[in-house]
C-alpha cells in the first residue's frame, strides 16, 4: 500500500515536470520568434512546404464544420427567436457568435486534431529514431530547421482558414434563416454587417469584430505548433512514446485553447 510520502512525491514528480516541459514550451517559442528574424531567408522553401501542410490538407474539413456549424446555430437560435417574433435578429446573433468565438476555436480544434498531432508524430518519430541527434550531430539548429516554419505556417494560415469557415457559417446560416425562418437574403445580410460594425471601427477596412476574431486565430495557431511540436520533440520509448506524445500533444492544446481562449475574450471584450 503506498504511503502519503510516496503519495506526495509521485504528485511532487508530476508537478516538477508539468512546470519542466511548460517552461521547455515557452522557451521553444521564444526561440522560434527569435530565429524567424535571423533564419527566415533560409528557411522559405520549409516555410512554405508547411503552409500547404496547415492550409490545403486541413480546408475541405473547415469549409464542411463551417458551413453546417452556421446553419446549426441558424436552427436553434432562430427556432427561439421565432417564438418571440424576433427572427430577423438571427443574423445579428450568427455574425457575433462566429467571428467572436465559434469560428476561432471551431477551426483550432480542427487545426489541432488533423495538423497539430501530425507535427507531434512526426517529431516524435525523427526523437526516437535518432534523427534528431544526427541533425544536431551534423551542428543544424533542430528549432530553425523543424520547429520555426511550422510555427510561422501554423500562425498563418489560421486566421485564414478561420475567416473561410466563419464566411461559410454565414452562408449557411442565411440558408437556414432563408429557408425555415423566412428570412430574406437582403434582410439578413442587411443585420449581419450591421451587427459587424456595432461599434467605430479603427483597425482598417474590416469591422472591428473580425479583426479581434483573427487576432484570436493566430494567437490559437501559434499555440498548437508550440505545443505539438515541444511534446514531440519530448517524446520517448519507441513506437509507445511517440503513441503517448500525440495523445498529450492533442490534449493539452484542448485545454490550453479553452483556457487561454477565456483570457482573450475577456480581455477583447470586456
Not at 514550451?25 to 500547404?52: E, G, M, N, W, Y
Not at 465559434?102 to 507535427?119: D, K, R, W
Not at 482558414?161 to 432563408?178: D, R, Y
Not at 437582403?186 to 483597425?203: D, F, G, H, M
Request: hydrophobic share 50%; proline share 3%.
Amino acid at each position: 500500500m503506498a504511503t502519503l510520502k510516496d503519495t506526495l512525491e509521485a504528485r511532487g514528480r508530476d508537478l516538477r515536470e508539468s512546470v519542466t516541459n511548460a517552461g521547455f514550451t515557452v522557451s521553444l517559442l521564444l526561440q522560434s520568434l527569435r530565429l524567424f528574424f535571423v533564419d527566415l531567408r533560409h528557411r522559405r522553401r520549409f516555410i512554405l512546404d508547411q503552409l500547404a501542410v496547415c492550409g490545403i490538407s486541413p480546408l475541405p474539413v473547415v469549409c464542411v464544420v463551417g458551413l453546417f456549424t452556421g446553419m446549426l446555430l441558424a436552427l436553434q437560435i432562430g427556432m427561439e427567436l421565432s417564438r418571440l417574433g424576433q427572427s430577423e435578429a438571427i443574423s445579428n446573433m450568427i455574425g457575433l457568435i462566429l467571428f467572436r468565438e465559434m469560428g476561432p476555436f471551431m477551426t483550432a480544434m480542427i487545426l489541432t486534431a488533423s495538423v497539430g498531432s501530425a507535427m507531434a508524430a512526426e517529431l516524435g518519430t525523427m526523437r526516437v529514431s535518432e534523427e534528431i541527434d544526427a541533425l544536431e550531430c551534423m551542428s543544424i539548429n533542430t528549432t530553425s530547421f523543424l520547429v520555426m516554419p511550422r510555427i510561422v505556417a501554423m500562425t498563418i494560415m489560421t486566421p485564414l482558414l478561420t475567416f473561410i469557415g466563419c464566411i461559410l457559417g454565414c452562408v449557411g446560416g442565411g440558408l437556414v434563416a432563408n429557408t425555415q425562418l423566412s428570412v430574406s437574403p437582403a434582410v439578413y445580410a442587411r443585420n449581419l454587417l450591421a451587427s459587424l460594425q456595432a461599434e467605430p471601427n479603427q483597425l482598417g477596412p474590416l469591422p472591428e469584430e473580425i479583426y479581434t476574431g483573427l487576432i484570436k486565430a493566430a494567437i490559437f495557431g501559434a499555440l498548437i505548433a508550440t505545443i505539438s511540436c515541444a511534446t514531440g520533440l519530448k517524446a520517448s520509448g519507441g513506437a509507445i512514446g511517440v503513441g503517448r506524445a500525440v495523445r498529450s500533444a492533442v490534449v493539452r492544446c484542448f485545454l490550453m485553447l479553452i483556457i487561454i481562449g477565456y483570457y482573450i475574450s475577456w480581455i477583447f471584450f470586456r
